[in-house]
């Protein structure tokens, strides 16, 4: 083999190491997951975060629950009737996940890998009036779950594994650079591979930045949802009524005590003409 040939190949050796070695850093990504569900005060709360080259890069807190039909047979095994699964996310859930300059994935398995929730989320620019502004959002959401699993279904038709999956979604829309909150409960439909099936998933106490968190397993400013926003302005709007009230009386009690002071002070004139000669 001549000098070229040598040259060719172990260019062609240093591409492979390459890949295999970013290959590799990938997987170890992947893999620098941690569920820290049992810090949470909510029994029914889950906290999952993604960690890349030992930082923070995506971060997830909610409460999740999927609400699933399925079918089994009635009492004369000739007609179908349709039951209903309420699965929940349960903790010490094995977690995964990567994040990426634009795109970012979680993905969640429980009860050996009888359910899987995949959650996409992408960032985007868009052109406003006021010039050029960046968001994320919550792209798509896959879960996959087990019918023949006997826990939570009982002597399903086509018992299996079956995928239900979002269509044209774009849920958590939140300014680039903010952590998205929301208490109230959203639901989310996922039509299921199981035939005429709809998913439900229903999100509640949720706080999830996928994209640029700053500090280490420190959530960036609250975007809160309009709900919240709505029931936090339902919560302070009596009280501040009941402070502008006070305020009210408290002015006028005021006034009025100045009014009596100054009219107090006054001379009085005798309204009877005869006593005028007194007065001097």
Same mark, same amino acid.
């Given at each position: 083999m001549d000098l070229r040939g040598r040259a060719v190949l172990g260019v062609n050796r240093l591409r492979v190491l390459l890949m295999l070695f970013h290959t590799m850093a990938r997987i170890m990504a992947e893999q620098e997951v941690e569920n820290l569900s049992g810090l949470s005060t909510n029994p029914e709360k889950d906290i999952?975060?993604?960690r890349e080259n030992g930082t923070t890069c995506l971060m997830a807190e909610f409460a999740a629950k999927f609400i699933v039909p399925y079918d089994v047979w009635a009492s004369?095994?000739?007609?179908?009737?349709?039951?209903?699964?309420?699965?929940?996310?349960?903790?010490?859930?094995?977690?995964?996940?990567?994040?990426?300059?634009?795109?970012?994935?979680?993905?969640? &398995?429980?009860v050996d890998r009888a359910y899987a929730l995949k959650m996409l989320f992408v960032k985007e620019s868009h052109n406003t009036s006021k010039g050029p502004e960046a968001t994320w959002r919550l792209s798509k959401v896959q879960f996959v779950y087990d019918s023949s699993e006997k826990t939570h279904f009982k002597d399903a038709?086509?018992?299996?594994?079956?995928?239900?999956?979002?269509?044209?979604l774009s849920?958590?829309?939140?300014?680039?650079?903010?952590?998205?909150?929301?208490?109230?409960?959203?639901?989310?439909?996922?039509?299921?591979?199981?035939?005429?099936?709809?998913?439900?998933?229903?999100?509640?106490?949720?706080?999830?930045?996928p994209f640029?968190?700053?500090?280490? &397993?420190? &959530?960036?400013?609250?975007?809160?949802?309009?709900?919240?926003?709505?029931?936090?302005?339902e919560e302070t709007l009596p009280l501040i009524l009941g402070l502008i009230?006070?305020?009210v009386i408290v002015v006028?009690?005021?006034?009025?005590?100045?009014?009596?002071k100054m009219t107090a002070n006054q001379v009085q004139i005798p309204r009877d003409r005869s006593q005028y000669k007194h007065m001097g």
């Open positions: 999952f975060v993604v004369n095994y000739v007609d179908l009737i349709t039951e209903q699964a309420d699965i929940s996310l349960t903790r010490g859930a094995e977690v995964k996940g990567h994040c990426g300059h634009n795109e970012s994935e979680l993905q969640v &398995f429980w038709v086509s018992a299996g594994k079956h995928t239900a999956n979002s269509h044209h849920a958590l829309v939140t300014p680039a650079g903010k952590s998205y909150e929301c208490q109230a409960q959203q639901t989310i439909s996922l039509a299921s591979s199981d035939p005429q099936k709809t998913v439900t998933m229903i999100l509640s106490a949720v706080h999830i930045q640029d968190i700053i500090s280490d &397993f420190v &959530f960036s400013e609250e975007h809160k949802c309009p709900v919240d926003e709505r029931e936090q302005l009230l006070g305020l006028t009690l005021v006034i009025y005590h100045l009014h009596h």
